[in-house]
């Protein structure tokens, strides 16, 4: 079965980075483009950007340009979001999902807190 | 970027339909097909794929669940609602770059 699974939970300090990753099973990974979402707490879904999975090549949505890379592990059919420099306002919950048109699968999400 | 617009909240009693709402600042039509799809989101959960193409039901979702519309009207059904389905709905667009609506949340009486 088709499954996208994230890492753990993540506790970091304005300024820090962390990287989060999305693996894969059940399909080809490069048949399908890799999107990220993010979900501030209480607060509805935002459209983060996508990576094609076949070519490596990223694209980011405007409010995602700078601090924020999509990077792939191909051999291992993952998928990474690194953030850098983070501030108190990237704390969310972070969902990465596959797109075919729509996103069919999603993976459960990791939680990234931005405390001092 | 294409704005979606959805009602808040609503409340719906057990066993009566839900009709939620998203409407769009542009056309999401293209050749033939409406670019709108709907997602369920429980609390501390990914959101799960519900209606793909402004009617089509993604695969496992009960039939209880309905889409129409084209163009820049949209609406999702259920009927009948059961206590299960409390839960934030989102509409998204796929005819440009992604957007999501603001969810609206159905409580069930």
């Known amino acids: 079965q088709i499954q996208l699974v994230q890492s753990g939970p993540e506790l970091k300090k304005p300024g820090e980075s962390v990287k989060i990753s999305c693996k894969a099973s059940g399909y080809t990974f490069t048949d399908y483009a890799m999107h990220w979402v993010k979900q501030a707490p209480g607060k509805g879904l935002k459209w983060m950007g996508w990576?094609?999975?076949?070519?490596?090549?990223?694209t980011y949505a405007d409010d995602f340009k700078g601090r924020f890379v999509f990077s792939l592990e191909a051999s291992a059919s993952t998928a990474n979001l690194q953030i850098s420099n983070l501030k108190n306002e990237d704390t969310a919950t972070y969902f990465c999902?596959?797109?075919?048109?729509?996103?069919?699968?999603w993976g459960q999400g990791v939680m990234v807190t931005v405390s001092s | 970027d294409i704005v979606l617009t959805q009602s808040p909240a609503l409340a719906v009693s057990l066993g009566q339909r839900a009709t939620i709402s998203c409407k769009t600042n542009?056309?999401?039509?293209?050749?033939?097909?409406?670019?709108m799809h709907w997602y369920q989101q429980k609390p501390g959960q990914q959101p799960k794929l519900l209606i793909y193409l402004a009617s089509n039901l993604a695969s496992g979702i009960p039939a209880r669940f309905s889409g129409r519309g084209s163009g820049t009207d949209f609406t999702l059904t259920i009927d009948p609602v059961e206590a299960d389905d409390t839960a934030t709905y989102y509409c998204q667009q796929s005819r440009n770059l992604p957007t999501f609506g603001s969810g609206t949340k159905l409580e069930i009486k």
């Open positions: 990576i094609n999975t076949y070519t490596g090549k990223p």
């Open positions: 999902a596959r797109y075919p048109w729509r996103f069919d699968y």
């Open positions: 542009q056309n999401v039509d293209y050749y033939g097909n409406s670019y």
